[in-house]
């Protein structure tokens, strides 16, 4: 097909999806079609997805890229699916020589429309808004440098702090219920349920909740969860006692939760047939086969220690993973040769404002003022709406840039753009030490 339609279309470009099949079995086709559709945390680890890629291959069009997770705000987005997509969009303008095109999809969505993932832009009637992801893939798309320059990031080095959060409880179009639920901490308990009076103290996000027969219940087949504790909780034990009612999976147990972020242990997920421990439903370790049986208890025990998670079923040890620090800092600079620009992009995803040391390489002179345009919030669950349309928008202003060696503090939950204009040679490196 592409040889013909070559001959009589020569100015038309062949994309293929589902691409490197057709390549492995010897088809021809002008450029790669990619879909990427996942959480935001899945997004900024795979924002060096097309570093080693084997360049014989042909280039790559990624059609479609969204975030389209719970915690990335499926029903409308949010602002840490934003920074999520821009982490990833950072390594598609990184590999720009690979990358030639990217979209995202779905553009434009009704405002009470599917909810299967969330659009860029919502309309009504008589109103549209544009949610953060507008605001971000716009920046990205008017700040397009010539090249890009290699960026280098260095953080402080640290001591990796002990994994903490509250506990929680939830099933994936499951019912299933609980009971016998204990923290434990240095042989000391921080809480034991009592559902005699009610589940005063939980918190719900979807799904029906109720007590029956002194066990906590969630009744429908959806995906639903339920929250308790504190946020500082840490070296702790949790145990319980789970029984799937009804429905396709298992059980979903719920530790070290803080904020939007949480991580959870899924047993009997994926049509009943793997246990995982996963964050923000990223996989953290390999996948453990097996099964939930309606109707029957299991004894569940996760173990925090450090950063060291131990998970048994039934008193056998199923999971023993370490969990990292994931990657929450991502920077790139490029230079726009049309306007004798370096054009820093930055995300920071974390909790909290990083302050960094910027170092141009092989920049002679910089503008003193520099154009600085920030996108934030204060929580990375917030996004527009039909409502309040520009909650979230672009805030242009500008800043004094002290020479090639500056320091810049980068707030919390935030894409930062910086435009300087320079003399000099593109620079071979820039560097951003973050503390």
Request: glycine fraction near 10%.
């Amino acid at each position: 097909m592409h040889d013909a339609l070559k001959a009589k279309y020569p100015e038309l470009h062949q994309i293929a999806d589902l691409s490197f099949d057709r390549f492995m079995r010897g088809e021809t086709f002008d450029m790669e079609d990619n879909h990427f559709y996942n959480s935001p945390q899945w997004f900024m680890s795979h924002a060096h997805h097309y570093d080693n890629r084997d360049r014989k291959l042909p280039p790559v069009y990624d059609g479609e890229v969204a975030v389209t997770s719970a915690e990335g705000g499926r029903d409308k987005g949010n602002l840490v699916s934003a920074l999520g997509e821009g982490a990833f969009l950072m390594g598609l303008e990184r590999n720009g020589d690979v990358v030639r095109q990217v979209s995202y999809a779905p553009l434009l969505a009704h405002a009470q429309g599917r909810t299967d993932w969330h659009a860029m832009i919502y309309f009504d009637s008589t109103r549209a808004y544009g949610t953060v992801s507008y605001y971000l893939w716009k920046l990205f798309g008017l700040n397009v440098p010539t090249c890009s320059v290699k960026t280098e990031v260095a953080l402080a080095p640290t001591a990796p702090a002990a994994i903490a959060g509250a506990i929680g409880l939830g099933t994936w179009n499951t019912a299933a219920e609980y009971k016998d639920i204990r923290v434990e901490k240095n042989g000391q308990a921080l809480y034991v349920s009592d559902f005699s009076q009610g589940a005063a103290g939980w918190k719900t996000d979807g799904g029906n909740w109720s007590v029956v027969d002194g066990a906590y219940r969630q009744s429908d087949h959806v995906v639903g969860l339920s929250f308790f504790g504190d946020e500082t909780w840490s070296d702790y034990t949790l145990t319980l006692k789970a029984r799937k009612l009804s429905g396709a999976e298992g059980f979903l147990i719920a530790f070290a939760r803080k904020g939007e972020e949480r991580n959870w242990w899924n047993i009997g997920g994926w049509g009943n047939r793997e246990h995982a421990i996963e964050f923000n439903q990223n996989s953290l370790g390999p996948h453990v086969p097996g099964s939930v049986e309606t109707n029957r208890w299991y004894d569940l025990k996760v173990e925090l220690q450090g950063r060291r998670l131990r998970c048994y079923l039934d008193g056998k040890l199923i999971h023993d993973e370490v969990a990292n620090p994931p990657a929450r800092f991502f920077a790139l600079a490029g230079r726009d040769e049309e306007r004798g620009d370096l054009v820093l992009k930055a995300i920071n995803a974390g909790p909290e404002p990083i302050r960094a040391a910027i170092s141009l390489s092989g920049i002679k002179r910089v503008e003193r003022d520099a154009i600085l345009t920030v996108l934030s919030s204060a929580r990375g669950s917030d996004n527009n709406s039909l409502e309040n349309p520009a909650k979230i928008a672009p805030v242009t202003s500008k800043v004094e840039v002290a020479g090639p060696e500056f320091t810049h503090e980068f707030p919390a939950n935030s894409f930062t753009l910086l435009r300087m204009h320079v003399q000099g040679s593109v620079p071979n490196r820039t560097t951003a030490a973050a503390q």
